[in-house]
């Protein structure tokens, strides 16, 4: 008789693999919603998914998916600040692209840690939390291409956004991200947001970037690619920040249905 090394488990002979209906999807089981306007695309968001977490959440936009997790505010180690420090690391899952990604390599994009940072430090009361830090963990699972890069900040900031307030962490306002493009071949300067198509996206060079508060009127962070003239990017970004508010319905809604959800849990326990 053979050894059996019980340290392996033997795989099976034959492997099938799975067939989705096209009608059928994760989706089907979760409310999504859409937004106003329906050349957009819907989104997706949903909180405390991740249980050792202090606060989390979950997102779908833009042929992005990000899941967050948010840990603290927990005591900093010396040197002791005034106001608690932000840590936020940015990974992109292996498999988030097609090519597939080097584990190690092309995981860590660290400029996409910078930019987050910069447009969430105005959103937290940094300064009710002296000597403590909170660090924030960005896993992007589904990324199309890299023209996508602009999705990741926009739709990483409101999830990062509802991630903090889940966790019930003090902030200013709820912070959300948006992207405005233009294209270039038309003389009317067709605006589009959130696009998908990879072609669509090199018509489309010139983008905005739009990190704002909507609730307060503020804007935390705006990112432009691309050659504008004045006019041309005061209207995209009005626009952004008009499709904003949109987001943060969105944004507080899921919010709203998460505390509702461990509530409801919390009476039948």
Do not use: W
Not at 69 to 78: D, E, I, N
Not at 188 to 205: F, M, P, T, V
Not at 218 to 229: A, E, H, M
């Amino acid at each position: 008789m053979a050894t059996f090394d019980r340290r392996r488990i033997p795989a099976p002979e034959i492997s099938i693999p799975p067939i989705y209906e096209p009608e059928a999807g994760p989706s089907t089981k979760t409310k999504r919603v859409d937004r106003s306007d329906d050349d957009e695309s819907p989104i997706f968001l949903k909180t405390g998914l991740i249980s050792q977490a202090n606060g989390s959440g979950y997102i779908e936009a833009g042929g992005v998916k990000i899941a967050c997790s948010v840990y603290g505010p927990r005591p900093k180690a010396p040197p002791y600040t005034p106001q608690g420090t932000l840590n936020l690391e940015v990974k992109f899952a292996p498999f988030a692209s097609d090519p597939r990604r080097a584990p190690l390599r092309d995981t860590e994009p660290i400029h996409l840690s910078q930019l987050l940072t910069q447009s969430l430090i105005p959103l937290i009361k940094l300064d009710l939390l002296p000597k403590s830090s909170i660090d924030i963990f960005l896993l992007v699972l589904e990324s199309e291409s890299e023209s996508s890069v602009e999705n990741v900040l926009s739709n990483g900031l409101t999830v990062a956004s509802a991630a903090i307030a889940d966790a019930g962490i003090e902030m200013f306002g709820l912070g959300v991200g948006n992207v405005i493009t233009s294209s270039q071949k038309t003389d009317n300067q067709d605006q589009n947001q959130d696009q998908d198509d990879d072609e669509e996206h090199k018509n489309n060079e010139n983008k905005i970037l739009l990190g704002s508060i909507p609730a307060l009127g503020k804007i935390t962070n705006i990112t432009l690619k691309g050659q504008f003239d004045l006019n041309q990017a005061v209207d995209m970004i009005e626009k952004a920040f008009s499709e904003s508010k949109d987001t943060h319905t969105i944004l507080a809604q899921s919010l709203l249905e998460g505390a509702q959800e461990r509530g409801i849990g919390a009476e039948e326990e």
